[in-house]
Nanobody, 126 residues
Framework: VQLVESGGGLVQPGGSLRLSCAAS????????IGWFRQAPGKERERVSC??????YYSNSAKGRFTISRDNVKNTVYLQMNNLKPEDTGVYYC??????????????????????WGQGTQVTVSS
């Protein structure tokens, strides 16, 4: 399993970025893909997750971020609009096999994801 993030950078408050997570080494449709972030000095937190049929957003992402997946390119995107300084951090893509025992919201937690990318830095600053 390999996950490669890209698209991070420096952006002013109110700006936008689109992160990409290119996946390989597994059957993409069978996996949940999540975006998590870690700010300096803070714990890693969930941002958004997607399965083949559902999406979940944290309260901080709802209304500003959009997650999407391209099952042909095996890539998940995170479109981030109206960025705020508190969105600053390293953004990680993660993958884990989907299951229907619990909802996607319940599955979208750090401990449930076994495969991780190396992260991409997002800095929101004027």
């Amino acid at each position: 399993v390999q996950l490669v993030e890209s698209g991070g950078g420096l952006v002013q408050p109110g700006g936008s970025l689109r992160l990409s997570c290119a996946a390989s080494g597994f059957t993409f449709d069978d996996y949940d893909i999540g975006w998590f972030r870690q700010a300096p000095g803070k714990e890693r937190e969930r941002v958004s997750c997607t399965s083949s049929s559902d999406s979940y957003y944290s309260n901080s992402a709802k209304g500003r971020f959009t997650i999407s997946r391209d099952n042909v390119k095996n890539t998940v995107y995170l479109q981030m609009n109206n960025l705020k300084p508190e969105d600053t951090g390293v953004y990680y893509c993660a993958a884990e096999r989907s299951h229907s025992a619990v909802t996607l919201q319940a599955r979208c937690v750090l401990a449930d994801f076994g495969f991780w990318g190396q992260g991409t830095q997002v800095t929101v600053s004027s």
